[in-house]
């Protein structure tokens, strides 16, 4: 049976939470929403008249043999902003990487090859890592599956393009042990021309301490914490917008450790109004504005700049390899599938001792990065005239004897990779353990 136009505007619902006009239909086993943001009559009638056309085989714009990707992928981004709130950076990869290839090509000319050749010039030219790359194929999918439900083109398709396989694999860096020692020791930055502690500085170590997202860090409140667990509900995203988190997973209880309950005191300073749970622990501070923040204690402390999503990645170099996959994968939020992809969380019990060895992880971390500070700070003539000082001789060899039993694999990979600085520490320290030995500490 034919819809009329008449009848579609009766099917069009106002979504509230969004300030549109709605409407959803399937065709042929395809599923499409139809959207307009103009308020009123005037926009139920479009949204009607969009999804009428799809009905009728019409596209719901007028595409001529001179229309281009650009104009195409404007409208493609402007229906995606009404699903998913991941705009900002799908545009950026469009401006970059997609836009300078094929902008400009008309879309009904547009070829297969087309989307290869911004896939591998991206790799040439900008050098991308894998993931990067596949983002931006995941753009140009979103992208071809749009033209074919919007009868333009239904014979674009990227799951024949390859990644190059000699992509670089993109590492995510994180603080090293001076570093992590510094955080963990300095607090203050420049503000208006004086010396001051930063305000977020309980922010960064706590993002370390717990392997929490920027927005998870943003969106937590003080409700969510009480004496044995932090309880991570929501994420706030770069636009400021309240999400449930970037999975499934995402909503998990980490639970107290001696690091935890510190910060959360210290932080408690400021705090604006004691009794309201809904009150954020770090402020009202955005993503845009943590970024920054976290780069000018960087600079000003002498600390090599990761971003904050890397302080993330910094409490995966600490922990990844002591706990079970389940565990830490859990204390992340990470999805983790189960036997026959049936998803589980761990049972009970699994946590217990988690709290205790979180701690003794992160000291062993930051004496190691204490004693290389120590080191570094002095040279080698100076460092003879500490021969003679037991108490330093001792902590060094402590520090360092305790990392290399947790972590032996370190020794050789600084022998045979490590930086001519880092070589010259371990020479340091092995005299300094070879003399206590010989000593009889």
């Known amino acids: 049976m034919y819809t009329t136009q008449s009848k579609m505007i009766s099917r069009a619902i106002w979504v509230e939470k969004k300030h549109v006009w709605k409407i959803n239909l399937q065709k042929n086993g395809v599923r499409k929403s139809f959207y307009s943001s103009v308020p009123g009559d005037k926009g139920r009638k479009i949204c009607a008249q969009n999804a009428t056309s799809w009905l009728s085989g019409a596209c719901p714009f007028s595409v001529s043999e001179r229309t281009t990707v650009d104009t195409v992928f404007e409208r ?21 990487h997609i836009k300078p290839i094929i902008g400009k090509v008309p879309v009904m000319l547009l ?15 900008h050098n991308l890592s894998q993931k990067s790359l596949k983002n931006i194929r995941g753009d140009l999918s979103g992208f071809c599956n749009y033209l074919d439900c919007a ?25 090293d042990v001076s570093s992590l020692n510094i955080l963990f020791t300095e607090s203050q930055v420049p503000y208006n021309g004086t010396i001051c502690q930063d305000s977020l500085i309980y922010a960064y170590r706590f993002q370390v301490v717990t392997g929490l997202r920027p927005g998870e860090l943003m969106g937590l409140e003080w409700g969510d914490i009480d004496n044995d667990y932090i309880h991570i509900r929501r994420a706030i995203n770069a636009k400021g917008i309240t999400t449930n988190g970037k999975n499934e997973f995402a909503a998990r209880d980490f ?17 604006v109004t004691p009794l309201d749970p809904h009150e954020r622990v770090f402020g009202s501070t955005g993503q845009l504005c943590y970024r920054k923040r976290w780069g000018i204690y960087c600079r000003y402390n002498g600390i090599p700049y990761i971003t904050p999503y ?21 204390l992340v939020g990470h999805t983790h599938p189960g036997v026959n992809g049936v998803y589980m969380h761990p049972m009970d019990g699994d946590m217990d001792g988690v709290p205790a060895l979180l701690d003794s992880l992160l000291d062993e971390r930051l004496s ?10 002095k040279r080698p003539n100076q460092i003879k005239k ?11 060899c402590n520090e360092v004897r305790l990392f290399f039993i947790v972590h032996p694999c370190e020794l050789s990979r600084i022998i ?3 930086s001519e600085q880092a070589r010259y520490i371990l020479s340091v320290v092995i005299l300094l353990y070879v003399s206590s030995i010989r000593k009889g500490r």
């Open 76 to 96: 493609y981004l402007q229906d995606k902003a009404l699903e998913t709130t991941n705009i900002y950076t799908i545009r950026n990869r469009y401006n970059n």
């Open 111 to 125: 070829t297969k090859q087309d989307l290869k050749r911004v896939i591998y010039t991206a790799y040439r030219k």
């Open 151 to 175: 009868d333009i083109r239904n014979d674009l398709r990227t799951s024949n393009i390859k990644i190059p396989s000699n992509a670089k694999k993109g590492q995510k860096q994180a603080l």
């Open 255 to 271: 639970p107290q450790t001696r690091y935890t309950r510190m910060l959360l005191e210290s932080q408690q300073v400021y705090r």
């Open 310 to 330: 890397e302080l993330r990645h910094t409490f995966s170099s600490i922990y990844k390899n002591h706990f079970s996959n389940w565990v830490y994968e859990e």
């Open 368 to 377: 190691l990065g204490r004693a290389k500070r120590m080191l570094l700070s």
């Open 386 to 396: 500490h021969f003679i000082k037991t108490s330093f001789i001792q902590e060094i």
């Open 416 to 418: 045979s990779t490590g």
